[in-house]
């Protein structure tokens, strides 16, 4: 896993992007329970502070919550995930919108590439 | 941080390092000028800094190798003799390995000299880097010496390790495996100071750094803080405040 991250940005936000990515699509389950701090430590290979400063950034977000003796599990709130997953979404097309105009594209061609894009692919 | 105000009860826990109004002078070179810095448990710190910037002469005087300074220095409310020799494992920037040594010698005197020393933690890691414990040291590359005397060091459970450059005659690849190997067997309760040029490879386990730069401290914080402020790498940051 090492060097996974990029170092010109805080790395617990990169962690933070990790999870969320992996809540909304899915791969961690709702309500599952989380590995400890040191655990996903050693996985991500960083800092175990890092991770703590990651999950509690998670925990304001409410997409984890800690429970005081078990440890710390996955969101149950299916709606909040299905809004934080939107969410994602919306900037990914942002993204897209913003660099296909910096490429001179208009709107109408934009949407057409990606329809035929889209076409090509679904073949 | 170094300015932080700190509104500790008087019973507090003291400091696992302070340091106040260090100097070091060496005959017609200041080695460390009025260096101020207090470090808490629970953190890996990264000392940065160019060459002859004060970072051996700052980890030196820490382990009690140099005792002609002027200042304060205590690791865990205590000035620095026998009782904090205890509480620090130290890997030293030279190896002090005599040439007929295995590393069963070396395990057999850390056993004596170390009441927290793992003689099973110790042959675990060294197999785990392809280490032979009935090698002679004379026989050793560069970089099998480092990984050796990083696994004597970590295999101590001690409340303040002190690395001296502990990678830098390692191979890409097994810098990797080391730094995961500070990782797993680093305890959250205690506290790496580690110095290093490989910024790039060893910043992701830092989560402060400290700029040193001709025995003063120009930069101390939290490393994600930093990042974010300065929008780059740590790397990044390193080479541009000490551009030659």
Redesign the interface.
């Known amino acids: 896993m090492?060097?996974q991250?990029?170092?010109?940005?805080?790395?617990?936000?990169q962690l933070v992007n990790n999870f969320k990515h992996r809540i909304v699509s899915g791969e961690l389950t709702v309500g599952s329970k989380l590995e400890s701090v040191?655990d996903l430590?050693?996985y991500f290979?960083?800092?175990?502070?890092?991770m703590q400063?990651a999950l509690a950034e998670l925990e304001r977000d409410e997409l984890v919550f800690a429970e005081r003796t078990t440890g710390r599990f996955i969101t149950k709130d299916k709606e909040l995930i299905s809004k934080m997953r939107e969410s994602v979404a919306q900037e990914i097309i942002d993204q897209f919108i913003l660099q296909m105009s910096s490429l001179g594209f208009s709107n109408q061609e934009a949407i057409n590439l990606f329809i035929k894009k889209i076409e090509e692919r679904s073949v | 941080m170094n300015t932080q105000i700190t509104n500790k009860l008087p019973d507090a826990k003291p400091n696992l390092l302070n340091v106040s109004n260090l100097n070091k002078m060496y005959p017609k070179k200041l080695a460390l000028s009025g260096l101020n810095l207090t470090l808490e448990p629970?953190?890996?710190v990264g000392l940065l800094g160019p060459n002859g910037s004060g970072k051996t002469t700052l980890m030196k005087i820490l382990t009690g190798v140099i005792k002609d300074y002027s200042g304060t220095v205590t690791i865990n409310g205590m000035p620095i003799g026998p009782e904090t020799k205890t509480l620090v494992s130290y890997l030293p920037d030279n190896p002090y390995f005599s040439p007929w040594m295995t590393p069963l010698h070396m395990i057999s005197m850390f056993k004596d000299f170390y009441a927290d020393f793992s003689e099973d933690k110790c042959l675990d890691m060294l197999h785990k880097l392809g280490l032979n414990e009935k090698q002679r040291i004379n026989t050793m590359s560069k970089g099998m010496i480092e990984k050796f005397q990083l696994c004597l060091v970590m295999s101590r459970k001690a409340m303040f390790y002190i690395l001296d450059e502990p990678i830098g005659g390692v191979d890409p690849a097994a810098r990797?495996f080391i730094?995961?190997t500070i990782?797993?067997n680093?305890d959250?309760d205690s506290t790496i100071l580690m110095s290093t040029h490989l910024i790039?490879d060893v910043?992701?386990?830092?989560?402060t750094v400290i700029f040193l730069k001709e025995g003063e401290i120009v930069l101390q914080g939290d490393?994600?803080?930093i990042?974010?402020a300065e929008?780059?790498?740590?790397?990044?940051l390193f080479r541009e405040v000490f551009k030659c």
């Open positions: 090492a060097n991250f990029q170092s010109n940005t805080p790395i617990y936000l040191r430590a050693l290979e960083v800092n175990p502070n890092t400063r | 629970g953190h890996i990797d730094l995961d990782l797993s680093y959250p790039s910043e992701r386990i830092f989560d490393i994600d803080n990042r974010a929008d780059k790498s740590i790397d990044q």
